[in-house]
């Protein structure tokens, strides 16, 4: 029995340590653990451009979007940082985009630590989605420009369909 606790012991300190996930397959990297302060926790926001009344949100579950800034009229730059480097480096995204009056807004979705990979969806209804049509990649993947037609209800954008905790409970 006591060889037992101690084989426990043992093992509970090894396991507290971290760990390190290792590959042989060519071009795979050795990853680690994160450490402690690596989440990028995003401000939940409504990003307002009164200017052109158009207004660009994360205030939704499973949104991801970290930033908003005007470029132009009717012309977006948005932020997309992974959650968690290097356990979740993600290009992940999702937000809500509208405007007081229907209009095409150009968005300019800027990836800090990461290349584009999936193919943006668009919903009217945060439920049945579709891909975007006339997705442009630039700066090498990094930045993705797409036009929306915003209208006074809000549209969702997303790297994929999103289907939160919400959802499923």
């Not at 060889?3 to 012991?9: G, H, P």
């Not at 396991?15 to 653990?33: E, I, K």
């Not at 949104?63 to 977006?76: Q, S």
């Not at 090498?140 to 549209?155: H, M, P, R, S």
Request: charged share 20%; with cysteine; glycine share 6%.
């Amino acid at each position: 029995m006591k060889t037992i606790i101690n084989s426990l012991v043992i093992f509970c300190c090894f396991a507290a340590q971290g760990c390190t996930a290792h590959s042989d397959a060519p071009g795979n990297q050795v990853q680690t653990a994160p450490a402690a302060g690596t989440v990028a926790i995003q401000q939940k926001k409504t990003y307002g451009f009164d200017q052109d009344g158009v207004y660009i949100s994360n205030q939704f579950d499973g949104a991801r979007l970290n930033n908003a800034v005007r470029l132009a009229a009717n012309r977006y730059q948005l932020t997309i940082e992974p959650e968690n480097i290097p356990v979740n480096s993600s290009s992940y995204f999702a937000f809500q985009v509208w405007s007081d009056k229907p209009k095409t807004v150009e968005l300019n979705i800027k990836y800090t630590a990461h290349k584009h990979r999936y193919i943006p969806k668009i919903s009217r209804d945060g439920k049945n989605w579709q891909p975007v049509d006339g997705v442009v990649a630039s700066e090498g993947d990094t930045l993705i420009t797409l036009n929306v037609q915003a209208e006074q209800q809000k549209t969702w954008l997303a790297a994929q369909e999103v289907t939160s905790s919400s959802d499923t409970y």
